[in-house]
């Protein structure tokens, strides 16, 4: 058996894959955030294309992929399925351990699979400009390249911490030609009005999802893009799962026992399980799980409830499960997946129990990493790394068992440009968590 699988540019999975199809029960409509009743598509108008709007309450089980975008996507699709044969021996467990690779995309990681769809569909309706907001410049950089390979203009406020301690994603931004902000900036009513109080605010997710907004509901060339969370970023992120149950098929791979993604947003984790919860819903029994961090246990300790999308309060209210829209992750905390919420999908899929979650601590998981790194080669990002860890747990767990079991779990990207985490955990510098998540 072939340790690396790949398969041919003709095996891209040709639609999209939406589970709210298949679902025994009702997704809660988004509210709007003053009036609280149901949002309409008129609502979101300003600031998505319809087509993504239509992808957002759609109860239509695929969708086809859009030539254009199939395109792009054979530049690094199909990613790769590798079996850990050296992660499995050094763990001496009986399971076979498979890991999907969503870094070999040009921007390092699975945020590409839903923006090359979101610059499609918005050039196709005549947007000119997306703008957006990053953190570490993750979305932001996927976000970037699609939009230069669909002849758009990019505009990303970025995290103004971010935009000074991590300048290597800022510079792979700027080479893919868009324009970057540190956000708070005074390109923006809502940043003016920030400074003023505090020039030196550090600014936050929330503040710069606020300017993005701004900018984009004001300009009527412009519209605003998201890189999680919403039902159509999960929905793109299918191509992940759809194209794993195509390799383990064609190496002969009995349907898995255990699947498992990281979860921030939900985006990464969506994509790889979201077709195998298809299976689950019809009969097959999978332990599929979410891995988050200690210091942001959103799934393991949130309430599921409706809140806002954002710190500042302007985006619509969501029912997921939520640490509070005002939560704030410790500084200590270097493992990324730092949002306060859950994608409204995946918190459904938990409440009704086709998943489950688990938060792991910083000191775990960069020790998983590095055992990954050491015997599969990959450094994987600090966000992959919890489903690293987890995917050990569970391979440890079936050698405790004597079961042979298949293990699937997504590394939705490389932790090449994320190496001041790594160089914090080997100096010793990060703590353990205190004792989690208080309240
Ligand atoms: C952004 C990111 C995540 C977290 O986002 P999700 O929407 O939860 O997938 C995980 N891994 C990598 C590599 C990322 O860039």
Redesign the pocket.
Known sequence: MSKKIFLGEDQIPRHYYNIVADLPFQPDPPLHPATKKPLGPEDLAPIFPMALIEQEVSTQREIPVPEPVLEAYMLYRPTPLIRATALEQYLQTPARIYYKY?GVSPV????ANTALAQAYYNKQEGTKKLVTETGAG??GTALSFACDRFGLECEVYMVKVSFHQKPYRKVMMQTYGATIHASPSDTTEFGRKILAQDPDNPGSLGIAISEAIEVAAQDPNAKYSL???LNH?LLHQTVIGQEAQAQLKAIGEKTPDVVI?????????AGLSFPFVRDKINGADIDIIAAEPISCPTLTKGKLDYDFGDTAGMTPLIRMYTLGHDFMPPSIHAG??R?HGAAPLVSLLLEHGLIRAEALSQLDVFRGAIEFAKTEGIIP?P??SHAVEMAIREAKKAKEEGKEKVIVFNL??HGLLDLSAYEAYLNGELKAEDNGYNG
Do not use: P, R, T
Not at 261 to 269: I, L
């Open positions: 969503e390092g990681s699975h945020k993750q979305w890189g999680s969370v970023v993604g990281c979860h921030g947003g939900g985006s990464n984790f990324g997946l949002y990002a966000e992959s939705s990207g």
